[in-house]
């Protein structure tokens, strides 16, 4: 007897709807799984005949075939398992094939047949919705997840004998109603009240917020650069639902969220180790998953120690810098993810680290020196809009008992300016000064004769590239949008140029 359920799996961050075609026939007993599944989906074959006998249901033995279609596409999620198991038990008269096309199934089977949490439940449920079906069967504790998603109910399951006393009416399920998540308790937050002195860091810091522009910090060791990233995300504005249903598929996709579900409210904040690989990094693997730049997404990737970073794993970042997304090609797939984040960059001068400093003697050879900064290319530098050189704090800052500026107090003036920014932007579909491209940077940003003078002799005494010019223009504007000021000022353009120290690297 054939039937056919419907299940889903993930290809990128969107979900990718799967039909499970299943058929038994009298025959030499087997059971084969086709459809270019991984071994993760063909083990499942194991786990579904086990956790169907252990709940209490026998089953001939006949020849099983089940096919996954579409065929062309790799399976790697062992979700497939509940509704292979539905398919099976249509296949063999158990449950009626007949109310199957209106569900769709996602769910991993124990061997005893309980229902367990799967990855990607969320894009699974949008393209659930998307394919007009009128409900998905996930696990219990994939409902809050799922019910992110509007207009679909969602039966939320503890084990496999309760879908089966569904299916045949013996058993009467209620769909989900969203649980309360728990709030996070901000009261020991950082926050840049915290930070004593480096005012021209914190600054820099601001306007990077509120044009989303990359900064790179330089500086020695304890001068406080990763102190100050860690920081940058909350001077940020609060994440729209847009974008929080958008950073929140892509937890789903990594298995990031949390236990209880719910909608991610607090950009990203991102930092891997120097030791990180290239896939890590930018994403891969046989089906290409997200890496670091995709879950940084927007919000802040802070790369500490950056020449630390090897050179080939660096120059990835060149992509996603300039075109805010990263594509990745395998055999199988060739994907594209989101990465639109905000760079925040630290690295010490010299291998030392005391080479910019006014107290401490470098011990670093001049070839040392030039081979630890060319670890980092002129393309990449380039891309980042803000270098500034962070300096040892003094005695008297750290013992001040001053309190410096809060969080709170930056972002409101960062909020201020990312409005004037949207209200800029309202019919180009972006939304802050860093993502103008250079045909908008000649409407929007028009630069008065003072202003252009001392940009024209910044990019003669400064050899600065075309890259460079444009990105000198986006913070300036950045800069009058922080001021309130509605044409790009000479004292902007002069901030501006200031803020890109290139003398460090």
Do not use: W
Not at 98 to 104: D, M, S
Not at 238 to 258: N, Q
Not at 365 to 379: C, M, T, V
């Amino acid at each position: 007897m054939f039937a056919r359920t419907y299940g889903a799996t993930t290809l990128g961050v969107d979900g990718l709807l799967i039909d499970v075609e299943v058929d038994s026939a009298a025959g030499l007993p087997g059971f084969e799984i086709v459809g270019l599944a991984d071994a993760l989906v063909k083990e499942a074959k194991e786990r579904v005949r086990t956790a169907i006998r252990n709940s209490g249901i026998q089953l001939r033995q006949e020849k099983v075939t089940i096919n996954l279609a579409p065929a062309d596409v790799r399976k790697d999620s062992a979700g497939l398992d509940l509704p292979i198991a539905v398919g099976l038990l249509a296949a063999y008269g158990l449950v009626s094939a007949v109310t199957l096309a209106k569900y769709l199934f996602a769910a991993e089977l124990s061997l005893e047949g309980e229902c367990r949490p799967i990855k990607g439940i969320l894009p699974m449920t949008v393209k659930a919705r998307e394919s007009g079906f009128e409900a998905v069967f996930v696990a219990k504790a994939n409902a809050n997840e799922a019910l992110l998603v509007d207009g679909i109910a969602v039966y939320p399951l503890d084990n496999l004998s309760q879908l089966v006393g569904f299916l045949t009416g013996q058993e009467r399920l209620v769909p989900a109603k969203a649980e309360p998540v728990p709030e996070q308790d901000t009261e020991c937050q950082d926050d840049f009240a915290d930070v004593q002195g480096q005012f021209q860091a914190k600054r820099a810091l601001e306007i990077a917020a509120a044009g989303g522009h990359n900064v790179l910090m330089v500086g020695s060791p304890g001068a406080g650069k990763t102190m100050l990233a860690r920081r940058m995300s909350t001077i940020l504005p609060d994440l729209t639902t847009e974008e929080a249903l958008e950073v929140t598929r892509i937890y789903s996709v990594a298995g990031l969220l949390p236990r209880e579900g719910g909608l991610i409210k607090r950009r990203p904040f991102r930092s891997p180790h120097h030791t990180s690989s290239m896939t890590a990094l930018i994403g891969g693997g046989s089906v290409p998953r997200p890496g670091e730049v995709t879950l940084a997404h927007n919000g802040v990737l802070f790369l500490d120690e950056l020449p630390e970073f090897s050179k080939k794993t660096l120059e990835v970042l060149r992509e996603p810098l300039e075109d805010r997304k990263i594509t990745i090609s395998r055999v199988h797939a060739t994907l594209t993810f989101p990465s639109d984040f905000i760079l925040i960059a630290a690295a010490n001068p010299c291998p030392c680290g005391n080479f910019l400093d006014e107290e401490q003697e470098c011990t670093c050879s001049a070839g040392e020196i030039r081979q630890y900064n060319r670890k980092i290319s002129g393309p990449l530098l380039d891309r980042i809009d803000i270098h500034i050189q962070v300096p040892r704090v003094k005695y008297d800052e750290l013992a001040s008992k001053k309190r410096a500026e809060s969080s709170a107090q930056i972002r409101q003036r960062v909020v201020a300016a990312r409005e004037i920014q949207l209200q800029r932007f309202r019919k180009y579909g972006i939304f802050c000064n860093a993502q103008m491209n250079h045909a908008l940077l000649q409407k929007l940003c028009v630069l008065d004769e003072q202003a252009q003078a001392m940009l024209a002799l910044a990019f003669k005494q400064k050899n600065l590239s075309a890259r460079a010019y444009d990105r000198i223009v986006k913070v300036a504007r950045t800069i009058a949008d922080l001021a309130g000021a509605k044409n790009i000022e000479a004292a902007h353009v002069a901030e501006a140029i200031q803020l890109r120290n290139d003398n460090n690297f």
